[in-house]
């Protein structure tokens, strides 16, 4: 994957922590996942609204439900497997799998796909 060089303006408190999390060689790449994670989060974001407009809000019960088989997963990850159990099945592609799939689990008509 090909690189840019890039001049940002960052919080200093948040550069200072950043620094001593990955040390001063390893920021770059620590921005990058940062960005790629952020980027994921804005497109499920999305993809929510889509679904909401399309077929209305979530039942309160599905997304509680959700949430009580996985307290400590995000709750956009929560949001997209609810979406998809009331729609009755649903093919959903992601960047990281893994909390998705988990959610996922005990509803056989979701599937999670890794891109």
Request: aromatic letters at 2%; proline letters at 4%.
């Amino acid at each position: 994957m090909r690189t840019e060089k890039v001049s940002l303006t960052l919080d200093e408190e948040l550069l200072t922590e950043a620094r001593e999390v990955v040390g001063a060689r390893g920021l770059s790449s620590y921005v990058n996942r940062a960005l790629r994670q952020q980027l994921q989060h804005d497109r499920l974001a999305g993809l929510l609204t889509e679904l909401e407009q399309e077929h209305g809000p979530i039942d309160p019960r599905v997304l509680e439900e959700v949430r009580q088989e996985w307290p400590s997963s995000s709750t956009i990850d929560a949001l997209v497997v609810a979406h998809a159990v009331e729609a009755g099945g649903a093919h959903i592609l992601t960047g990281d799998p893994d909390d998705l799939g988990r959610l996922a689990a005990g509803h056989p008509d979701v599937w999670v796909q890794a891109l």
